[in-house]
């Protein structure tokens, strides 16, 4: 059994003893959210690798146990598993828990208002969020993108490489609110603002005289979605 596996195991026990076997409830304890919960639990999301060393050192913190729980009484790989261990249980992709959200690249062009989008390949196509989550917020799945956040403007909110999901439904514009914009053909991921009587976009980034503001009005600058949801590396 390799290490990833392990912290696994100890993850499920620890959840099955001390959180009811509920998600969400060791979710709500750590600050964490339950997706970022499947991910790290899941066997085969980033080759089975995404419980690293540092997210189970951060998990211990946010969790306040001992650290080094995940990795205690770790055994060779031909060591017999754990007694009380139970494997781990994938998700199914029909699971009727998760709703199945296309990674795409955005195809625009300027002062053109509908879209076109290509299939992403990154990490999988697909990203799976709780259909509690979308039933809650009342989106359409159909509705719902995730592309992946380029360049830096957005830091610290949002970096790159960042994959956030874009409710295309939503496209009335609100003051300081993230969405993803057509801006003279390209697509930008940017925070609007209210500034004397006009839309602005703006960067997170404190470099503002790098990434200074942008009016945005007329064809130049169109609205694709709001940006509803994001999944990142940083913790």
């Known amino acids: 059994m390799d ?6 195991d100890r993850l499920l026990a620890l959840l099955r003893d001390q959180y009811g076997n509920m998600r969400k409830n060791i979710a709500d304890a750590s600050g964490w959210s339950e997706a970022r919960m499947s991910q790290i639990l899941s066997p085969t999301y980033r080759d089975g690798r995404a419980f690293s060393e540092k997210i189970a050192r951060k998990l211990e913190a946010d969790l306040a146990i001992e650290t080094m729980y995940f990795d205690q009484g770790a055994a060779p790989a031909e060591a017999a598993p754990l007694p009380g261990l139970r494997p781990v249980v994938v998700a199914e992709i029909d699971d009727e828990r998760f709703c199945a959200i296309r990674k795409v690249r955005l195809c625009l062009s300027a002062g053109i208002t509908g879209f076109s989008i290509e299939p ?3 990490d999988g196509s697909m990203i799976s969020v709780p259909r509690t989550w979308v039933e809650r917020n009342g989106f359409q799945p159909e509705r719902l993108v995730a592309i992946k956040v380029k360049g830096e403007s957005m830091e610290p909110a949002l970096f790159q490489d960042d994959v956030v999901i874009i409710n295309t439904a939503d496209t009335q514009p609100a003051d300081g609110v993230v969405f993803a914009v057509n801006y ?15 839309w602005w976009l703006t960067s997170d980034n404190p470099d503002q005289r790098k990434y200074h503001r942008k009016m945005c009005r007329g064809n130049e600058c169109l609205i694709v979605g709001r940006v509803v949801r994001k999944e990142s590396d940083r913790i």
């Open 3 to 8: 290490m990833y596996q392990y912290r696994r």
């Open 120 to 122: 992403e390949s990154y």
């Open 184 to 198: 003279e053909g390209e697509a930008v991921v940017k925070r609007l603002a209210r500034d004397i009587g006009q």
